[in-house]
């Protein structure tokens, strides 16, 4: 526990947002010194990010009170959080998709004489925004096209321009790949050395001792800690945040799957961006693959899926593949959850349990009648341990986390899968949800589906996979067994593309 010296920057004390059926903020309290980066640390659902909506003044509260510097304020709109010198990055971002980078950086304060915008000045301001944000991508782009990376840029660049005093970064490696949330890391680090106040979410613990000063932890609403990072252990917060000790199982060292392969993967091309060949994977094996940002992981698993054109040499239970579209290959008996949670296709204003309910039926969630859906979506969703408040509530309404696990929640709902595509599925995920993530997609390879899992963190594959693959350069260039391989083995692999 640390103990306040001079004013802090920013506080909030008392907080309490209710909505039906949930205590979203429970008496939160956050103070936050000047210059610091302060981590806001909880499992999904917590109340993190509502926290942040009132500090925004995109929420207002039931009760509490917020001060910057000391002084009291109202922030009861958007505007007037932006006016006190307050920037949020939200986790599902808010950028106009049908206006330009330079647009959405300067909306609502674009330079102007009188009502005319000075475009060569508003292009001068963007262009130097984005460059300090370490982005590549013109200005004049039209936000719907770039990568998702980019947009999450564009969104922080957006920050920068409007001169804030505190900045909220919602989850961005949730987004960012490895590269560009090291360039967004030395962004935090200058913008604290200029004396804002950053406050940073996430639920990687390698992230938070990296960039933290301080942490505050919440849990149901409530604060229950504030820490100092430099003397506290990983460990310690992570207790913090799930409360009671829960054991975060790492997996049974089971026998490597044998039998036939069920999925064999021949040769997928696509020529210049990746040429995979000879991987294999057995009903109840999960399958690894490493590698950096843009090995190939996702193009693989998109190809497969049918969702990427690429001359492929595919087996399914020994016969071709049939998979030319995303419909073909779910009626062949694949599933993909992709990696960014905007192409998850949940349809956020529809309900929980509609749209776990949505593969499964074979129907229009619309049509579905709400029963069905709830009956059959129930022992699922309870596995996966989502949070909310009630089956009929918009998943639209969950916190991040809670979305993706709706959206496991789809096809293990469905039956009849064989194999399943997973990419990046723990991003946004907190440790507890992770441990249940992986729990579940054990027990349907159990069950005889084939797994192939990529993922950015290494613990988590040598933790849950049989086999890893490691993708380089658009190459599998080997093949590790993690039962008796280190984990710097495989690291050295993923990084330079040969085995030491
Ligand atoms: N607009 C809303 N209407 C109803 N309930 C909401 C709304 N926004 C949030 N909630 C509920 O409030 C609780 C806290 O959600 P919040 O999004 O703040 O969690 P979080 O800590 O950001 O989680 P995550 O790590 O998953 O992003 C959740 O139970 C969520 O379902
Ligand atoms: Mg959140």
Redesign the pocket.
């Known amino acids: 526990m640390t103990t306040e010296a001079e004013t802090p920057r920013l506080t909030m004390s008392g907080i309490v947002?209710r909505?039906?059926?949930?205590?979203?903020?429970d008496g939160a309290e956050l103070s936050v010194r000047a210059g610091e980066v302060h981590c806001l640390l909880?499992?999904?659902?917590?109340?993190?990010?509502?926290?942040?909506?009132i500090l925004a003044g995109s929420?207002q509260p039931d009760a509490g009170e917020i001060r910057l510097d000391g002084e009291p304020v109202v922030l009861n709109s958007p505007q007037a959080g932006l006016a006190a010198g307050i920037a949020v990055i939200y986790?599902e971002l808010d950028l106009i998709p049908d206006l330009s980078v330079a647009q959405n950086l300067l909306l609502g304060h674009a330079p102007a004489v009188g009502p005319v915008v000075r475009k060569k000045k508003r292009l001068e301001l963007a262009r130097a925004a984005v460059a300090r944000v370490g982005g590549d991508f013109p200005v004049t782009a039209t936000v719907r096209d770039l990568p998702i990376a980019a947009q999450q840029l564009t969104a922080i660049a957006r920050a920068l321009t409007a001169d804030a005093r505190v900045i909220v970064m919602?989850?961005p490696s949730a987004t960012l790949g490895e590269n560009d949330l090291l360039k967004v890391f030395e962004v935090i680090r200058s913008l604290a050395a200029e004396g804002r106040s950053i406050i940073y979410?996430s639920?990687r613990m390698d992230e938070v001792m990296e960039i933290g000063d301080r942490a505050t932890v919440?849990r149901d609403?409530r604060t229950v800690g504030v820490y100092d990072i430099a003397d506290t252990d990983p460990g310690e917060l992570v207790s913090a945040m799930i409360g009671e000790s829960r054991e975060l199982v790492r997996t049974t060292q089971r026998p490597r799957p044998e039998g036939e392969p069920l999925l064999e993967i021949r040769s997928v091309r696509i020529p210049g961006v990746i040429d995979i060949a000879g991987i294999d994977v057995r009903p109840g094996e999960v399958a690894g693959l490493a590698g950096l940002g843009g090995a190939g992981r996702t193009t693989l698993l998109r190809a497969l899926f049918g969702d990427t054109r690429a001359a492929r040499t595919v087996r399914l239970g020994g016969a071709p593949l049939r998979a030319s579209s995303p419909a073909a290959a779910v009626r062949a008996g694949l599933a993909l959850v992709p990696e960014s949670r905007k192409e998850q296709g949940l349809m956020l204003g529809l309900s929980v349990a509609r749209n776990a309910a949505v593969t499964a039926l074979g129907r229009p969630p619309w049509l579905l009648p709400g029963r069905t859906g709830r009956v059959r979506t129930a022992p699922v969703l309870k596995d996966l341990g989502v949070?909310?408040?009630s089956p009929d509530?918009?998943v639209?309404?969950?916190?991040?986390?809670?979305?993706?696990k709706v959206v496991l929640a789809k096809w293990i709902t469905r039956g009849g899968v064989r194999v399943l595509l997973l990419d990046e599925p723990t991003r946004?995920?907190?440790v507890g949800a992770k441990a249940d993530l992986y729990r579940q997609v054990r027990e349907l390879a159990d069950s005889g589906v084939a797994v192939l899992l990529a993922s950015s963190e290494l613990n988590e594959l040598t933790a849950n996979a049989d086999t890893i693959w490691v993708l380089h350069e658009g190459r599998n260039v080997a093949r590790f067994d993690p039962r008796n391989t280190s984990e710097n083995t495989i690291a050295h692999t993923v990084i330079t593309g040969v085995t030491p």
Do not use: C, W
């Open positions: 947002k909505f039906p059926g949930t205590v979203a903020s909880g499992e999904n659902g917590a109340g993190k990010s509502t926290l942040m909506k929420y986790q919602d989850e979410i639920h919440l609403g949070r909310f408040a509530q918009p639209g309404k969950l916190s991040g986390g809670n979305q993706q946004g995920l907190d």
